[in-house]
């Protein structure tokens, strides 16, 4: 096929400070230069491997809360049954008001007492190991 118009002139590549001199370059702006150099963190962070993350060390439970050796079962069962009681009566609240942190937090301190209790009970009744 041919072509009826002729190409246009070529001519030397502007250099303004917009431009670089380099004519191949890939930067043909200061913004380019700019999206290429965010282009390349953006392919570093997805394509190069994560160094290994240390695992966590394994927690001991806190002993802030201990039960003593020498308390009754009896007693233990009467201290579980009244935190149970009370965390009933706060979460029967919570239906009404609305549930905040500090009595979800509350709540669940007295059951991991009352949970204590149980357990040293139990330990009395059938001692394992």
């Known amino acids: ?12 590549p502007e250099t ?6 380099d004519p191949v370059s890939p930067y043909a702006f200061l913004d380019s230069r700019k999206l290429h150099e965010a282009a390349l963190r953006a392919l570093d962070h997805y394509l190069l491997p ?4 240390q695992p966590k060390p394994v927690t001991q439970p806190s002993t802030i809360f201990t ?14 049954c009244e935190t149970l009681a009370s965390a009933n009566v706060m979460a029967s609240e919570l239906t009404l ?3 905040t942190c500090s009595q979800l937090l509350g709540i669940q301190q007295m059951i991991s ?3 204590l209790s149980v357990n040293r009970v ?8």
């Open 1 to 12: 096929m041919f072509k009826h118009t002729p190409n246009p002139p070529e001519s030397a």
């Open 16 to 21: 303004t400070p917009e431009r670089p001199t």
């Open 50 to 53: 994560q160094p290994e993350k």
């Open 67 to 80: 039960v003593l050796p020498e308390v009754d079962s009896e007693t233990l069962l009467a201290h579980a």
């Open 97 to 99: 008001s609305g549930p």
């Open 113 to 115: 007492l009352a949970e």
């Open 122 to 129: 139990l330990d009395q009744v059938d001692p394992q190991g």
